[in-house]
């Protein structure tokens, strides 16, 4: 499985930006294809999930209202848009990709929010 993020920037806060992961190497019948986010300093965090098969998506609590993750079967592309950016969503963004787990990762996508 490769994964590759982009659409990554340096933005200011209110701004929205897409997020994209190119997903290939394989069919993703029965996987679950998520974007996590590491912040300087801290530890990597999940942001939002969505399965492949039907849609069904999760968020994370300090997800949910901004942020919407989305697929695209035909293209097997994965998108994270997010809404009235913040400072504190400054960080790495990674998809992740796997059956039971996330077990296949991109190679991130930074994200600065600043004025």
């Known amino acids: 499985v490769q994964l590759q993020a982009s659409g990554g920037g340096l933005v200011q806060p209110g701004d929205s930006l897409r997020l994209s992961c190119a997903a290939s190497g394989r069919t993703f019948n029965g996987y679950h294809m998520g974007w996590f986010r590491q912040a300087p300093g801290k530890e990597r965090e999940f942001v939002a999930g969505i399965r492949w098969n039907d849609g069904f998506t999760d968020y994370a609590d300090s997800a949910k209202g901004r942020f919407t993750i989305s697929r695209d079967t035909a293209k097997n592309m994965v998108y994270l848009q997010i809404n009235s950016l913040k400072p504190e969503d400054t960080a790495v963004y990674y998809c992740?990709?796997?059956?039971?787990?996330?077990?296949?990762w991109g190679q991130g996508t930074q994200v600065t929010v600043s004025s």
């Open positions: 992740a990709a796997g059956v039971r787990q996330y077990d296949s």
